[in-house]
């Protein structure tokens, strides 16, 4: 075993949680909004011992690397920066976490906009709640979650992710309504299933990317509006009084906001992807999150016969592309779109293996 390996002792218990991918509802978690995604069946696993010393031990198996932490040190801005936010604030809560051993393991890709992050923060979490026994329900993980990566890894992010790597399965997608965190499955369309295909560009969100920025001019435009989030408004025409980029920018989540909601309707499957490209071209031209890479292997994608609709998936600046295709067609769907994605000159890691929900 390897945690043996590296430790020397057998851990205590493990547990695991997947990485998710959205269907719609980008960028409306931090707006008090509506999404909907949905588990993908790549997940993180952690396993979980009592230290032997004073200190904590992090191994990451992908990166071959084991850190060494005190609760007195500063945290460290890498993959341990997840792990320490989130004993910092069971602490605040009133549970010390004795000096534990943590062994990860992870198929969840990094940088593709599948919630690698959120799926470390649960599945650490969860392995702390069956380890010492703490009365923590799955919404209070996400939560705890969503707190460790926006006090110590610098992204302000929304809930989205925590949620769906706490609650979603790969059966159902699950729409949350992030204000209340009231959340309930919905059936995929009939006859459909998705499609996940990397970019190839990996994105990087917590520095330089803008992610930031985006939510601070959401904030803006819900004050000189208003209200107390953007999910307050539900006409787009409302929005047409703000200043640009503030105008694009709330235009863009009353927009997706209200795609989420029709989407929830138990939408025909052209209908649903319909919604799905007019998701990727509000985040394209008003949100501004998209590059190059991902629009064009959206657009190929959108031009496929079986392809019902395309979108990048994640906070965007790189990563990924979820489409809804018809079921069985999967396999053959990707196969032309990677050929002709690569032909037009874009190069990197393509195709997430057996990254396919079935539906």
């Known amino acids: 075993m390897q945690f043996q390996r590296v430790f020397g002792t057998l851990p205590h218990t493990?547990?695991?949680?997947?990485?998710r991918v959205n269907l719609l509802g980008e960028h409306t978690d931090y707006n008090d909004g509506f999404v909907l995604p949905t588990a993908i069946p790549q997940c993180t696993t952690v396993e979980i011992g009592f230290s032997s010393d004073a200190l904590h031990h992090f191994y990451s198996a992908e990166y071959d690397e084991l850190i060494n932490y005190s609760d007195d040190d500063t945290i460290p801005q890498n993959f341990v920066s997840y792990i320490c936010g989130c004993l910092r604030?069971?602490?605040k809560e009133g549970y010390k976490v004795p000096p534990i051993n943590l062994y990860i393991t992870s198929n969840v890709p990094i940088g593709a906009g599948l919630s690698s992050s959120a799926a470390l923060e649960i599945a650490t979490l969860r392995g702390l709640r069956a380890l010492l026994n703490l009365p923590l329900d799955d919404v209070r993980l996400a939560q705890i979650g969503q707190q460790a990566e926006i006090q110590y890894a610098g992204l302000n992010c929304g809930i989205m992710d925590q949620m769906a790597s706490s609650l979603a399965d790969t059966n159902t997608m699950l729409f949350i309504d992030t204000r209340s965190l009231e959340c309930r499955p919905v059936p995929f369309p009939a006859g459909t299933e998705i499609l996940i295909i990397d970019s190839g560009e990996s994105h990087k969100l917590a520095a330089g990317s803008g992610y930031n920025e985006r939510r601070a001019e959401c904030e803006e435009s819900a004050r000189?509006?208003?209200?107390k989030?953007?999910?307050d408004i539900a006409d787009p025409q409302a929005v047409e009084v703000l200043?640009?980029?503030l105008k694009r920018r709330s235009r863009h989540v009353v927009t997706e906001n209200n795609r989420v909601l029709?989407?929830?309707k138990s939408l025909p499957a052209e209908r649903f992807g319909e919604l799905?490209?007019?998701?990727h071209a509000s985040q394209r031209d008003d949100y501004e999150v998209s590059v190059a890479a991902v629009d064009a292997l959206a657009a190929i994608l959108q031009s496929i016969p079986g392809v019902f609709g395309a979108r990048l998936t994640g906070g965007g600046f790189g990563g990924a592309c979820v489409a809804l295709v018809e079921s069985g067609k999967a396999g053959v769907i990707a196969s032309e779109a990677i050929d002709r994605y690569q032909r037009a000159g874009y190069k990197g890691r393509v195709l997430v293996p057996d990254m396919k929900v079935n539906s």
């Open 14 to 19: 493990t547990a695991s949680a997947p990485g």
């Open 262 to 264: 029709e989407a929830v």
């Open 243 to 245: 200043p640009e980029p």
């Open 276 to 279: 799905m490209n007019a998701s």
């Open 89 to 91: 604030l069971l602490e």
């Open 224 to 227: 000189i509006l208003g209200v």
């Open 229 to 231: 989030a953007l999910r």
